[in-house]
């Protein structure tokens, strides 16, 4: 299932578990988002006050000057890695959302907040880490804004009962397994353990490799959020989602 983990940086998945070590923040960026990750460093470091480590995924040479590495080098406890060394991609072909659950599995880190670049926090993100359920479960997902299913989008709940046929107690209980909303995940920040999650980590990776998100899963969902859910409930492992709802600043 997972062929494109094997020969560049792991042999093993218990090479993946022996180095992930300690909490910290995940953040992707192209060129176009470094300011926005400066922001969010400087609002860690000198607003919140967090010097959890953080480190910064790219994708390429193409996809981060030399010069934008460098820029956030200069900050105390930040890493810089290219995802393009981790994996096999003639198989995974890492591009645009699909760099987010890859960046968590290659991360250094054994519990990874993932955060957008253009997200914000205005309290402590750290707090997550000690949601209850998140401790049993090993992972954290927040709901999407509910959008209703119009005629074209009811497709995508009949595309998913075709092949979900005993679903988890989470998943029968989410709004768009009722009809209640198409979209049910939001994926700017989603908080996992690896050790404690690894199987559906593996199976959201699997789900936005090249072929299969390219041929099936980004025709029926919008890009990488539904993945995180489904990539769980494909391994029958349990998941916990936030149940509050997101709410509009503005």
């Known amino acids: 299932l997972y062929k494109w983990l094997y020969g560049f940086r792991y042999s093993s998945l218990k090479d993946i578990i ?5 909490k910290g923040i995940v953040i992707c960026t192209p060129n176009r988002y470094v300011h926005f990750v400066r922001s969010n460093i400087d609002t860690f470091r000198y607003v919140l006050n967090i010097t959890t480590p953080i480190e910064i995924f790219y994708n390429g040479e193409s996809d981060l000057s030399k010069e934008n590495r460098e820029l956030l080098k200069q900050y105390t406890n930040v890493y810089i890695s290219d995802i393009s060394q981790y994996f096999d991609n003639k198989i995974v072909d890492i591009s645009h959302w699909a760099i987010k ?13 993932l955060m957008d670049a253009d997200a914000f926090y205005i309290n402590n993100p750290l707090k997550l880490f000690d949601d209850y359920k998140y401790k049993e479960l090993g992972s954290l997902f927040f709901k999407d804004r509910t959008l ?8 995508r709940l009949k595309w998913l009962k075709s092949f979900i046929i ?3 107690p989470e998943t029968k209980k989410s709004r768009i397994w009722n009809k209640k909303s198409r979209d049910e995940l939001e994926s700017s920040t989603v908080v996992i353990h690896k050790a404690k999650a690894l199987l559906g980590l593996l199976n959201i990776c699997k789900l936005n490799e090249k072929m299969l998100r390219d041929k099936i899963i980004y025709r029926k969902v919008y890009g990488d959020k539904e993945t995180f859910w489904l ?14 709802n997101c709410a509009a600043v503005g």
């Open 18 to 22: 022996n180095s992930s070590n300690g």
């Open 101 to 113: 659950p890859f960046a968590i599995l290659a991360s250094r880190f054994e519990e990874v907040i």
């Open 148 to 155: 209703k299913f119009s005629k074209n989008k009811i497709k």
């Open 166 to 168: 005993n679903p988890l």
């Open 231 to 244: 990539g769980f409930e494909m391994s029958r492992q349990n998941y916990n989602v936030i149940p509050n």
